[in-house]
């Protein structure tokens, strides 16, 4: 009986610590998120003011789903994500099958390269995009145009334009992190893989094809989720290189949210967007796991 004992006091205090361990990562979560989430619910449903919030039910819904703009804005948000995700998942993995066969030193040289913008600053990088998309022949892509003999383009000032210069920021660079992502995912296939297609006299392409692709599955579908995820979000761009316009060309879900709660206040508003914008993410998240992920192992 006495080992019994020792054992469960030893188990009591195995447990202490551990909850010690969690309870920062927890306390953490409560504070910053769950907290936010369960405020910003409550929030929603009010005609907020600083002094004394007026409950006013579903009228921030009502509103905001007949608006215009936020149809607008999601739209913009939704062309946005079409646009960016795919090509930026082709783009990053065509890089990651081109530095596989590569050795490791090398890799790593344009591994850093790749990620070097993900760990800039998002102003510096819009101050170098500003420039290279200035209206004045001082601009890199007008300079190219007029090599071409084709008129300079206003990229941002242009509600034609501007979404696609926003893309274009995108595809030229922001692939650090998929790249790392696939080049690992490509380091874990086994070579005993490799061996067999060449003793079956298998081209370089029919490996990517038959062994590379799908067993990359579940590392494309885990990319495709966050990178839609993370293209609803978007903000930074839409604020920092064309302020949402020209005529709301550009504004986003995220961008509205942040006018609507700290331009004019309406915060209430802004959380039942937000609350929205979290609806429809999950939507596409639980969507893309059932018909995507249906033949995929996790």
């Known amino acids: 009986m006495t080992i019994l004992r020792k054992r469960r ?91 596989a066969p590569m050795r490791k030193w090398v890799q790593t040289i344009f591994k850093a390269a ?34 071409l003999h084709i008129p300079s383009q206003n990229w941002l000032g242009s509600s034609k334009t501007a979404m696609l210069s926003l893309l274009i920021m995108v595809w030229l660079g922001n692939h650090g992190k998929n790249i790392i992502i696939y080049c690992s995912a490509l380091a874990g296939i086994p070579n005993d893989l490799y061996e067999v297609a060449d003793i079956e006299g298998a081209s370089y392409f029919v490996k990517i094809r038959c062994i590379m692709l799908p067993l990359l599955k579940p590392t494309t579908l885990f990319l495709t989720v966050t990178g839609i995820i993370t293209s609803f979000q978007v903000f930074q761009s839409a604020y920092l290189m064309t302020g949402g316009g020209p005529n709301h060309a550009t504004t986003t879900i995220a961008y509205l949210i942040f006018t609507n709660a700290f331009t004019y206040f309406d915060f209430g508003a802004a959380c039942a967007q937000a609350l929205l914008m979290a609806l429809i993410t999950t939507v596409f998240a639980v969507f893309q796991f059932k018909f995507m992920g249906s033949d995929v192992e996790y």
């Open 114 to 147: 790749y990620y070097l913008p993900v760990l800039a600053s998002g102003v510096t990088l819009s101050i170098v995009w500003l420039w290279i998309f200035s209206p004045f022949e001082t601009g890199i892509f007008n300079q190219i145009l007029g090599v």
């Open 9 to 99: 006091a030893l188990r009591r205090e195995d447990e202490k610590w551990g909850y010690l361990f969690v309870a920062p990562a927890v306390i953490l979560f409560l504070l910053f998120t769950a907290y936010p989430v369960l405020n910003a619910f409550r929030v929603s449903f009010q005609k907020y003011r600083p002094l004394g919030s007026t409950f006013i039910g579903l009228q921030n819904y009502k509103s905001t789903l007949s608006s215009s703009l936020f149809w607008k804005a999601l739209w913009n948000t939704v062309v946005y994500t079409v646009g960016c995700v795919p090509v930026s998942l082709v783009i990053s993995l065509g890089l990651s099958i081109l530095l």
